[in-house]
């Protein structure tokens, strides 16, 4: 089975541009989260959607991050304008109520670097 | 403000003795606690978890240690191998959801 995609891996652009992170959780899962990895905060969640909806903003950093999820299988996470703080590790990952465990299954992640 | 600590960085490990990590938390609405591992330029992965009504769960070479009143939690790693060094992540759920927060990571080496 096919795990949580994520694109772009590596993504290298200049402060003030917009980016746009893409992920495909896996099929059948009716939670999606994005989370973002630093060295000073670990991993820090930002948002979470249950079918398709969000449910839980409170960590988005500011007005300049977004994230939608336009149906079951897509969610981008947009942050314009970026800045050179903005460069981190961000991580999709989903899960399915109806299972057992409170297993969530991470992405490999999308490596952002804001020069 | 950090819900979920992880106050030692990294840690080392001689291969075949234990490894030890350790986690505190500051939320008494979590429910369910869990260690995940990460090694570089990949994902987390889930290793381990426990509910907030048992004190201890064990799987395999992990077993994960709850203290309620003390608000902590750790993994125990034994025999720890050179294939265990990793990232481990502490992660708590807010009861009733499943947000999921998790800590700032203890990056272990374990030397062969």
């Known amino acids: 089975d096919a795990g949580v995609i994520q694109s772009p891996r590596h993504e290298v652009t200049e402060m003030g541009q917009e980016v746009t992170l893409r992920c495909k959780p896996i099929?059948?899962?009716?939670?999606l989260f994005w989370y973002r990895q630093t060295m000073m905060r670990g991993l820090e969640l930002l948002i979470y959607?249950?079918?398709?909806?969000?449910?839980?903003d409170s960590g988005m950093p500011e007005d300049r991050f977004s994230a939608k999820m336009p149906n079951a299988s897509f969610s981008t996470l947009k942050i314009q304008p970026s800045e050179p703080r903005d460069s981190a590790v961000y991580f999709c990952?989903?899960?399915?109520?109806?299972?057992?465990?409170?297993?969530?299954?991470f992405g490999e992640g999308s490596w952002l670097t804001v020069v | 403000d950090q819900q979920v600590k992880q106050n030692s960085p990294s840690l080392s490990v001689q291969e075949g003795r234990i490894s030890i990590l350790n986690c505190d938390y500051t939320?008494?609405?979590?429910?369910?606690f869990l260690w995940y591992k990460k090694y570089p330029a990949e994902g987390p992965t889930f290793l381990i978890s426990?509910?907030?009504?048992?004190d201890k769960n064990e799987d395999g070479r992990f077993t994960v240690f709850l203290n309620k009143s003390a608000k902590h939690l750790s993994l125990h790693i034994v025999p720890s191998q050179p294939g265990d060094s990793a990232v481990y992540f502490c992660?708590?759920?807010?009861?009733?959801?499943?947000?999921?927060?998790f800590g700032t990571g203890t990056r272990l080496k374990v030397l062969a």
């Open positions: 990952a989903s899960r399915y109520t109806g299972s057992s465990g409170n297993t969530i299954y």
């Open positions: 099929s059948g899962h009716d939670y």
């Open positions: 959607f249950n079918n398709n909806v969000p449910i839980d």
């Open positions: 939320n008494s609405m979590f429910d369910y």
């Open positions: 426990i509910s907030s009504i048992k």
């Open positions: 992660a708590a759920r807010y009861s009733g959801t499943y947000k999921y927060i």
